[in-house]
């Protein structure tokens, strides 16, 4: 009975080893408890307590360093408090050594969370903050933040419910904030600019009445009163149907300048976004009217408010150049908003890591042009997070990039592999631990029974991420072309939608502009001239279609479909052959993928394959779709 009994246990055992359902994200470590950790007691020591796998660690204080960073030597850790300790304990964890500083102070995830628990542009399942809040969640949220640096958190949609900011959430948001607290996150909040009408009953919310601007310093006092570290607010005012001070002939200074003043005395921040696109601009090439709404704004801002604006300036799409915003308000902080959701690159359907397009950007805006960064978070209540195994990537390469915008797609993608995936399961059932010297070098692991040429899963999983974004955009949307999706959920291709009754800026046709002569949007001189809102050098090359990018081509230009393009070929050849060239790389990440199955826990396999055949069926779609309505013009019968 007993040796029954021994059996079972052992059996159950191998079976939770074998499960692997992503649940534990890139914090993958064994407990090992032998480090004896001399120092403060806090997160860092706990976590290194439990997981390091040497013997000593020293933890340090050092009131001179500079917030957040923290110095690797040997195995002492300094850093000027816990929370500089806590990154620099996830960092030796990591296998890091020397001395770390963030570029931000601001590395902020923005949740798209509606309070019924729904998420806006959310693949991977409800809310874990509202409705269905789960606080064991939340708090492995907070630690998995905390391994990324990432310090800061909007809990609700920018498309904001008045209801957030009512005494029975407010109590919820401080519950949260005490749980994410320890690990060095702050929380903010969307607030709905029309609330003191919805909530407090006031016959107006404009931003220059008294009684409303009373109303903001109430309500800042009494969240401040719950939180004392509360961040501050995020503000979506005056776009796509949201109130905001120009409901009452008031500039956004104005609006955000009342609410800044609310949360000043608190040290609060106002993060302003500059998604505003319709209403005062209609006719406007939609792409530019962010400059135009706020450019007579620039320098009229409090200190306390921050403009944060899309990488782009239209909507994440898979390519954009960046948006011209950053060159145009001199005197206003500002901070760039990136979406980790792919709402518009195959949600959590598809595998697409998304550090190479981010680092785009960062080419382009410099880092120490900003002073913040935002990601809008792909996590839900699935059991693996994000939906897709691989989505996890996003929002560990956002927070790597919030903290060192410098480190390349491909580190981050090795160290996200080796974290994630670092355990392979041998062929025949084995465990074999990843060993980077072996792996990385052309060895075999030491523990391996069967030949398992890890280097080269792993080489070649790496080359399937960093080529991922890039075929992304070739069979969806090659040489700058745009926003022709299907309506409203964004997945799929619907290029020749065209519906009277919606703003012309969401319809397809107008982004392609495909006729007789050619395709693409003229956006130089001679066309909507949103090209003069660059600064040089690009203003010039963007402007000149001999100048211009190919992979921005048909973003600025009205080209010939019979144009000769740099190699040679026409541009309806050359479009082609990116829709072709995307969907062998799908083709091909499948055949990678399939090799991989050795060496990866059945389940990820299995739930990362079929996704990839999904992926390639939608690629296809894509492909055939678009050319198909495409050659409609370019070969007339
Ligand atoms: O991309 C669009 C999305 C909307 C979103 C909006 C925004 C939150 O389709 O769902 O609303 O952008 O960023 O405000």
């Given at each position: 009975?007993k040796?029954?009994a021994?059996f079972?246990?052992?059996?159950?055992?191998v079976?939770s080893a074998?499960?692997?359902?992503?649940?534990?994200l890139w914090?993958r470590?064994?407990?090992?408890?032998?480090a004896?950790?001399?120092?403060?007691e806090?997160?860092a020591?706990?976590e290194?307590?439990?997981?390091?796998?040497?013997?000593?660690?020293?933890l340090?204080v050092?009131?001179?360093?500079a917030a957040?960073?923290y110095?690797?030597e040997g195995t002492?850790?300094?850093a000027?408090?816990e929370?500089?300790?806590?990154y620099?304990a996830?960092?030796l964890?990591?296998?890091?050594t020397?001395?770390?500083?963030?570029q931000w102070?601001?590395r902020?995830l923005?949740?798209?969370?509606?309070?019924?628990?729904?998420?806006e542009?959310?693949?991977a399942?409800?809310?874990?903050?509202?409705?269905?809040?789960?606080d064991?969640l939340?708090?492995?949220?907070?630690?998995a933040?905390?391994?990324?640096?990432?310090?800061g958190?909007?809990l609700?949609?920018?498309?904001?419910s008045p209801?957030?900011?009512s005494?029975?959430?407010?109590?919820?948001?401080?519950?949260i904030?005490d749980?994410l607290?320890?690990?060095?996150?702050r929380?903010?909040?969307s607030v709905?600019?029309?609330?003191?009408?919805?909530l407090?009953g006031?016959?107006?919310?404009?931003?220059?009445?008294?009684?409303?601007?009373k109303w903001?310093?109430?309500?800042?006092k009494?969240?401040?009163?719950l939180?004392p570290?509360?961040?501050?607010?995020?503000?979506?005012?005056?776009?796509e149907?949201?109130?905001?001070?120009?409901?009452y002939?008031?500039?956004?200074a104005?609006?955000a300048?009342?609410?800044?003043?609310?949360?000043?005395?608190?040290g609060?921040?106002?993060?302003?976004?500059?998604f505003?696109?319709?209403?005062?601009?209609?006719?406007?090439?939609?792409?530019?009217?962010?400059?135009?709404?706020?450019v007579?704004?620039?320098?009229?801002?409090?200190?306390?408010?921050i403009l944060?604006s899309?990488?782009?300036?239209?909507?994440?799409?898979?390519?954009?150049?960046?948006?011209?915003?950053?060159?145009?308000?001199?005197?206003?902080?500002?901070?760039?908003?990136?979406q980790?959701t792919?709402?518009?690159?195959?949600?959590s359907?598809?595998?697409?890591?998304?550090?190479?397009?981010w680092q785009?950007?960062?080419?382009?805006?410099?880092?120490?042009r900003?002073?913040?960064?935002a990601?809008v978070?792909n996590i839900?209540?699935d059991?693996?997070?994000?939906?897709?195994?691989f989505?996890q990537?996003?929002?560990?390469a956002?927070?790597?990039?919030?903290w060192n915008?410098n480190?390349?797609?491909?580190?981050?993608?090795?160290e996200w592999l080796?974290?994630?995936?670092?355990?392979?399961?041998?062929?025949?059932?084995?465990?074999g631990?990843?060993?980077?010297?072996?792996?990385?070098g052309n060895?075999?692991?030491?523990?391996?029974?069967?030949?398992c040429?890890l280097?080269?899963v792993?080489?070649?999983?790496?080359?399937?991420?960093?080529?991922?974004?890039?075929?992304?955009?070739d069979y969806?949307?090659?040489?700058g072309?745009?926003?022709?999706?299907k309506?409203?959920?964004?997945?799929?291709p619907?290029?020749?939608a065209f519906?009277?009754?919606y703003?012309l800026?969401?319809?397809p046709?107008?982004?392609h502009?495909?006729?007789?002569?050619?395709?693409?949007?003229?956006r130089?001189?001679?066309?909507?001239n949103a090209?003069?809102?660059?600064?040089?050098p690009y203003r010039?090359?963007y402007?000149d279609?001999?100048?211009?990018?190919?992979?921005?081509l048909?973003w600025?230009?009205?080209?010939p479909w019979?144009?000769?393009?740099?190699n040679g070929?026409t541009l309806w050849?050359?479009?082609?052959a990116h829709?072709?060239?995307?969907?062998?790389e799908?083709?091909?990440?499948?055949?990678?993928?399939?090799d991989?199955?050795?060496?990866i826990?059945?389940?990820?396999?299995?739930?990362?394959?079929?996704?990839?055949?999904?992926?390639l069926?939608n690629?296809?779609?894509?492909?055939?779709?678009?050319?198909?309505?495409?050659?409609?013009?370019?070969?007339?019968?």
């Open positions: 009975m040796r029954i021994c079972v246990v052992a059996v159950a055992c079976i074998m499960a692997e359902d992503g649940s534990r914090l470590y064994d407990k090992v408890e032998k004896v950790v001399t120092g403060p806090c997160i020591a706990e290194l307590r439990n997981f390091y796998p040497g013997e000593r660690v020293n340090v050092d009131a001179t360093m957040d960073a110095r690797i002492t850790i300094t000027r408090d929370r500089g300790l806590m620099g996830y960092a964890l990591r296998g890091e020397g001395y770390s500083a963030p102070s601001l902020i923005n949740h798209w969370d509606n309070l019924d628990g729904s998420i542009r959310g693949y399942g409800n809310s874990i903050f509202w409705e269905g809040r789960n064991t939340i708090k492995e949220y907070a630690r933040n905390a391994s990324i640096g990432i310090n958190t909007v609700n949609n920018v498309n904001a209801k957030m900011l005494a029975s959430y407010l109590q919820q948001v401080k519950e904030a749980i607290r320890p690990y060095g996150i929380v903010y909040l709905n600019f029309a609330s003191p009408m919805a407090g006031l016959a107006t919310a404009d931003p220059l009445d008294k009684k409303v601007a903001w310093r109430a309500k800042a009494e969240i401040y009163k939180i570290d509360f961040g501050g607010f995020l503000v979506k005012a005056n776009s149907g949201q109130p905001g001070p120009g409901d002939h008031r500039t956004h104005e609006g300048n009342m609410l800044a003043d609310a949360v000043k005395p608190y609060g921040i106002i993060m302003w976004r500059s505003v696109y319709g209403a005062n601009h209609k006719g406007e090439d939609r792409v530019k009217q962010a400059v135009s709404e706020f007579n704004d620039d320098g009229k801002f409090r200190d306390n408010v944060q899309k990488n782009g300036p239209l909507d994440f799409q898979p390519r954009e150049p960046y948006a011209p915003i950053f060159d145009n308000m001199k005197r206003t902080p500002q901070m760039a908003e990136l980790i792919q709402e518009y690159l195959g949600q359907r598809h595998l697409v890591y998304l550090a190479p397009m785009e950007f960062f080419g382009f805006v410099k880092p120490d900003l002073v913040g960064i990601g978070a839900g209540l059991k693996n997070w994000c939906g897709h195994h989505s990537a996003n929002w560990y956002f927070g790597r990039l919030a915008p480190m390349t797609s491909e580190e981050i993608a090795k080796k974290a994630t995936f670092g355990q392979w399961t041998m062929g025949n059932g084995q465990w631990m990843y060993n980077e010297q072996l792996t990385m060895g075999q692991p030491e523990n391996a029974t069967n030949h040429p280097s080269i792993h080489s070649s999983l790496l080359s399937l991420m960093l080529r991922s974004r890039e075929a992304c955009v969806m949307m090659p040489l072309l745009h926003h022709i999706f309506f409203d959920h964004h997945y799929g619907e290029p020749d519906k009277a009754d703003p800026e969401w319809c046709v107008y982004y502009q495909a006729d007789s002569a050619g395709i693409g949007f003229n130089s001189h001679s066309g909507t090209t003069s809102q660059y600064a040089e010039s090359l402007d279609l001999r100048t211009c990018p190919e992979q921005y048909l600025f230009h009205h080209v019979t144009y000769r393009m740099s070929r050849e050359n479009l082609q829709y072709d060239h995307g969907v062998a799908v083709e091909d990440f499948i055949r990678i993928w399939q991989a199955k050795p060496y826990d059945e389940q990820r396999w299995q739930e990362t394959n079929d996704r990839l055949l999904h992926q069926d690629a296809r779609e894509w492909r055939h779709t678009c050319l198909t309505y495409f050659r409609t013009f370019a070969e007339p019968s």
